[in-house]
């Protein structure tokens, strides 16, 4: 009997880190096309755990969001598109109706350009699917150059987009 249960639980570890599914990333650059930082995404229960490092950013807190669109065209980077949002959600985590998929709590950078992050897109995926990254459309994670309020529908005030990197698929 014991030896019926260690195997069972044998056979049940590779499963649970077999679902957990590799991991993604963005290279981030600024409007001169040069690398700020990367971006890794991994699945995680409920979502997509996102960890963002960046240097050579404008210091103080910066609205950071999964874009609808793979395309980063600087300078302004507006072919991103609108923010990631399957579930046709308003803007912001203190929006009583948001948010969207593709909000992620403010960035902070230091004095000396380099900050980092790490918080979880609720509601996307790196598999097939609903709340997928990797629709038809791609995405991208931008950074704006100001604090998203996370209230504001639909961009929550944050100002224009200083680096964009491509969610690659592999």
Same mark, same amino acid.
């Given at each position: ?69 793979? $395309?980063?065209? %600087?300078?302004?980077?507006?072919? @991103? ?7 046709? !959600? #308003? ?10 998929a593709g909000d992620l709590p403010n960035l902070t950078v230091g004095k000396n350009g380099k900050g980092k992050a790490t918080a979880t897109a609720k509601g996307a995926t790196l598999s097939e699917g609903e709340g997928s990254l990797f629709g038809p459309d791609g995405t991208a ?9 996370? $209230?504001?529908? %639909?961009?929550?005030?944050?100002? @224009? ?7 690659? !698929? #592999?």
């Open positions: 009997m014991t030896i019926r249960a260690l195997s069972v639980s044998l056979i049940a570890i590779p499963l649970v880190v077999a679902a957990a599914g590799p991991s993604r990333k963005a290279v981030l650059k600024n409007a001169e096309g040069k690398d700020v930082g990367t971006a890794t995404f991994t699945p995680t229960k409920g979502g997509v755990k996102v960890q963002v490092q960046v240097a050579n950013l404008p210091p103080g807190k910066h609205g950071i969001h999964i874009h609808a669109v793979a $395309k980063c065209e %600087p300078p302004e980077f507006t072919s @991103a598109g609108a923010h990631f949002n399957p579930s046709a !959600k #308003k803007h912001g985590a203190h929006n009583p109706e948001g948010a969207h994670l931008v950074i704006h150059a100001d604090p998203d309020d996370e $209230k504001t529908d %639909p961009a929550g005030n944050s100002g @224009a987009r200083i680096a964009c990197g491509v969610i690659e !698929k #592999k």
